[in-house]
């Protein structure tokens, strides 16, 4: 899997947007960008994923650049309840449901913390 | 709520016992997924199951083990336990390729 280098720490003020950068520089054509987040030792939830295009859901928008090497998750409108590491992860898209290619290798992620 | 559930919530044993930890997926998931999470590193995949079949192991020791039985419920066995296997362990489940669904975790501390 590509190797990502995240900021180790950003903060943002309540209600607005929480650009979080990932830098992925190695990363291969058949690669997908995942986000995850971890909120106070609670297990990781799934946020978004993209392989070129951007994309947004309820929770989030992934910007992904024309090289694809770099990516940024914006949470649009912050809250406390953000506050979280979040982790961008680069991996194949599974061929097949059960293969190898579905674990995640978490690197250190971003400590986002939101402030009132 | 994920939909998996993990038993137990906490575990304090000590050195040298042996613990079950247990996973239950999300209703329809076939691949379970066991990570490690700990203070120096990090959260690490250990091994991933699907319907009953071993798929992947990485960073899995040799005093761990796992299986997952046909009602696709999952156990993490770790023996002969040390200071350094204190951790969080989390279970994760999923059906499609795109997502996977983590459990609360099982807190482990070995004294």
């Known amino acids: 899997d590509a190797k990502t280098t995240q900021p180790p720490s950003m903060d943002c003020a309540e209600g607005r947007a929480a650009n979080l950068p990932c830098n992925h520089s190695?990363?291969?054509?058949?690669?997908?960008v995942y986000w995850y987040r971890q909120i106070h030792s609670q297990g990781p939830q799934y946020i978004i994923h993209g392989l070129k295009n951007n994309e947004t859901n309820e929770m989030a928008s992934l910007i992904i650049t024309e090289d694809r090497k770099s990516s940024t998750l914006i949470l649009p409108h912050a809250t406390l309840r953000d506050t979280a590491v979040y982790y961008c992860i680069v991996r194949p898209l599974p061929p097949v449901v059960g293969t190898s290619y579905g674990k995640l290798t978490f690197g250190q992620g971003t400590i986002l913390t939101v402030h009132p | 709520d994920s939909g998996v559930t993990q038993t137990p919530k906490h575990l304090i044993t000590a050195t040298g016992q042996r613990v079950t930890l247990r996973c239950s997926p999300r209703?329809?998931?076939?691949?379970v997924y066991w990570y490690q999470q700990s203070l120096d590193q990090g959260l690490q995949f250990l091994i991933q199951y699907y319907n009953g079949e071993e798929r992947a192991k990485g960073n899995i020791l040799e005093r761990f083990s796992a299986q997952q039985f046909p009602d696709l419920h999952s156990e993490l066995n770790l023996s002969s336990l040390e200071l350094g296997d204190s951790a969080l362990y989390f279970c994760?489940?999923?059906?499609?390729?795109?997502?996977?669904?983590f459990g609360p975790g099982t807190r482990l501390t070995v004294l």
């Open positions: 994760a489940s999923g059906r499609w390729a795109n997502e996977q669904f």
């Open positions: 209703s329809g998931d076939l691949s």
């Open positions: 190695t990363i291969s054509g058949n690669e997908y």
